[in-house]
């Protein structure tokens, strides 16, 4: 790998820099042409054909006002924000189901719940207590259960 090192820099120093040396925009548009190709046994005028084509239809599309062409389109951002998040404020209500969701979605807490969950069941002196009742109390005091462990 070292002498690799040698080579980039004798080529950058003959080539410049790589985009005036990089095949793959050409690499690409003839890529587009090939696909044009209807008759193998004459591809050369097919991809001709192709190439004027797509000339005729840009130069054209240049002189159309109502219609939408390539060249005339919408923008994907029309606001003009280049993509920039807003930014969004969430009451207290989306922040516990935000939490919530994570803590009993994450693999992280998958041992926490099951140390509640038994914690749970232990702790029920009453009769015979159904999984399902279990589950409800569990996912109602999980989320304030967890801290108050790990603190301790």
Same mark, same amino acid.
């Given at each position: ?71 005339? !389109? ?7 924000? *280049?993509?920039?998040?807003? !930014? ?63 603190? *301790?």
């Amino acid at each position: 790998m070292v002498h690799l090192v040698v080579h980039l820099v004798r080529e950058c120093r003959l080539g410049g820099p790589v985009q005036y040396r990089w095949m793959y925009p050409a690499e690409r548009s003839l890529g587009h042409f090939k696909s044009t190709v209807r008759n193998k046994a004459a591809p050369e005028g097919c991809i001709a054909e192709g190439y004027i084509a797509t000339e005729l239809v840009t130069f054209c599309s240049r002189y159309l006002n109502n219609a939408p062409t390539f060249h005339n !389109r919408p923008q994907r951002n029309p606001d003009g924000s *280049k993509g920039a998040g807003t !930014r969004v404020t969430l009451n207290r209500l989306i922040m516990h189901q935000i939490h919530r969701y994570i803590v009993f979605n994450s693999e992280e807490f998958h041992n926490l719940r099951t140390m509640h969950k038994d914690a749970l069941r232990r702790s029920c002196t009453r009769g015979r207590i159904t999984e399902a009742l279990i589950e409800a109390e569990h996912h109602e005091q999980f989320c304030e259960w967890y801290p108050a462990y790990v603190r *301790k």
